[in-house]
């Protein structure tokens, strides 16, 4: 046995087998503790995957769109009323919506009557003539022309072009079939395996498309369909072969928002060619509103931006003006520890206790307009500032004393020595800090919500006292709605925020590593 001698004269045994299994036992407990630490970032890692993709799987329906082209004759009766084609006249002026539904309905004439054309206004978004209202506000010469309008559909049926609604097969006809069609009902007979019956318990549709219409089948055979006409036939005793389509819908209609009748004009419309998929540009161009294939966060986007610079204009400068004062120039006594412990307190403070203070304050006491950028910036100011002044004094005591002592060596006062060389100096850790504290400004929304920020707000603020609302109350909203295309709305909203966190974040990386010194 070897036994190592220590200068108290006591020895310890590193090398008889109780001594061996010791150690061994040390690197087996280290090993495990590596391992753990493996599996905790492992799973961090994995919940965080695991929570992008959902957000980013729900996010993108939202950022797509259907619309449905259309040639809008544009008569000067319906658009332009006055007469005087002056542009400031078609934002309210004139029946845009008309002429749009017109256009629809002169594609569909089977449903001429107040039903069918009810069905068919269904199809469209109450947005739907936004388009070609800017369009020809910005040209008032296309008035007694036809233009070529991508109209807006409905979130119902926007949802079900996207696949959202219900599962959906489409078949190829490849056999001729006889028509025979009595008022309301219809027959289509065909050689058999023409057509596959359901599976025993099927509760979704089947719909037939030929002949310029719509069938909804009652009942399947391989050889034989009879059914209800939902869009009327063009009147054919037949059809051939590649002309008519099989559209079978999983889902039954009492369980889903659109009809089946709606679905047929949804089809016969595709079927023409006349509906069209493209990327969602209004999401990031308009306001709110109670229409989810209308709702944008542009509004939202204006309200956040210039509640956060109202935040830092205010924060900025106060926080870190306290912390030289306090860091550098305060007497190191009883009562500033107490402000220094108060500090360190308040950045512990839920948000809410802020927003409680902003409403007394703010918009009880002083007056200051409900639902603003200025209130909010406020309000936030105050949640951020013990993270900027906290922030700030370390990086101002992380500046080497030596800096200071040279500087007053050759003769510096010290508040040159602190403004001229030791501020420089700990500016990066300064933004970093303040980018951060803004960052977490900018997720805020329990402060915002009691100020009056949870308003339905549609027009896109102009200035710090207009109305307005901010990306984390919209999501807080539209959560909230029922209509399931808000749910990918929010999704999306979601992904806009992150993004604006992640380049704040990015670019607090960035100040640190370009104003880095080391010494």
Not at 74 to 103: H, I, M, N
Not at 305 to 314: K, R, S, Y
Request: glycine share 8%.
């Amino acid at each position: 046995m070897t036994d190592l001698s220590l200068s108290s004269g006591r020895s310890v045994d590193i090398t008889s087998d109780a001594a061996r299994a010791r150690i061994k036992a040390r690197y087996r407990a280290e090993a495990r503790f590596k391992a753990y630490g493996v599996v905790a970032i492992a799973f961090a890692g994995l919940f965080l995957v695991l929570l992008l993709a959902d957000i980013v799987l729900k996010a993108l329906p939202a950022f797509t769109t259907h619309a449905l082209v259309l040639d809008v004759p544009l008569t000067a009766e319906t658009v332009d009323p006055s007469g005087r084609r002056d542009p400031d006249d078609f934002k309210q002026a004139g029946d845009f919506a008309k002429v749009v539904r017109e256009a629809l309905y002169t594609q569909v004439p089977a449903l001429s009557d107040r039903a069918g054309r009810k069905t068919l206004n269904s199809m469209l978004s109450s947005s739907a003539a936004d388009g070609l209202r800017r369009k020809v506000g910005a040209d008032p010469a296309l008035i007694g022309t036809t233009v070529k309008v991508s109209a807006l559909v409905s979130d119902d049926a926007d949802l079900y072009l996207k696949g959202f609604t219900s599962n959906v097969r489409r078949t190829a006809g490849t056999s001729a079939l006889t028509l025979s069609v009595d008022g309301g009902t219809a027959v289509l007979q065909g050689p058999a395996g023409s057509f596959t019956p359901a599976a025993p318990g099927f509760q979704g549709s089947t719909l037939v498309r030929v002949d310029g219409g719509v069938v909804k089948a009652s009942k399947v055979t391989p050889e034989r369909i009879e059914g209800e006409v939902l869009v009327p036939l063009a009147g054919a005793a037949s059809a051939a072969s590649r002309t008519w389509e099989l559209v079978q819908i999983d889902a039954g209609e009492s369980v889903r928002k659109i009809t089946d009748k709606e679905i047929a004009v949804l089809e016969l419309l595709r079927g023409k060619g006349l509906v069209e998929a493209g990327f969602n540009w209004s999401f990031f161009t308009t306001g709110d509103s109670r229409e989810a294939e209308s709702a944008g966060i542009l509004g939202a986007l204006v309200g956040s931006a210039m509640t956060m610079l109202v935040t830092l204009v205010i924060c900025l400068p106060l926080g870190v003006g306290a912390a030289i004062y306090l860091e550098e120039f305060a007497p190191k006594n009883r009562w500033t520890e107490l402000i220094e412990v108060n500090i360190n307190n308040l950045a512990a403070v839920p948000s809410i206790v802020f927003g409680l203070l902003g409403l007394a304050v703010f918009l009880n006491f002083f007056g200051l307009p409900r639902s603003a950028p200025l209130v909010g910036g406020l309000v936030l100011a105050l949640l951020v500032l013990p993270t900027i002044i906290i922030a700030s004094r370390a990086a101002l005591k992380a500046v080497p004393p030596s800096i200071r002592e040279a500087a007053l060596g050759v003769g510096a006062s010290k508040q040159q020595a602190i403004f001229h060389h030791v501020l420089p100096l700990a500016m990066p850790g300064i933004l970093t800090g303040t980018i951060i504290g803004m960052a977490h400004a900018l997720g805020e929304t329990a402060p915002l919500l009691m100020i009056g920020m949870v308003a339905f707000i549609v027009d896109v603020p102009h200035s710090i006292s207009d109305a307005a609302t901010v990306l984390p109350v919209q999501i807080f909203l539209w959560s909230d709605l029922p209509e399931v295309a808000f749910q990918a709305k929010t999704a999306a909203a979601i992904l806009v925020l992150l993004a604006f966190l992640f380049v704040m974040n990015g670019l607090a990386i960035v100040l640190r590593k370009k104003f880095e010194r080391r010494w």
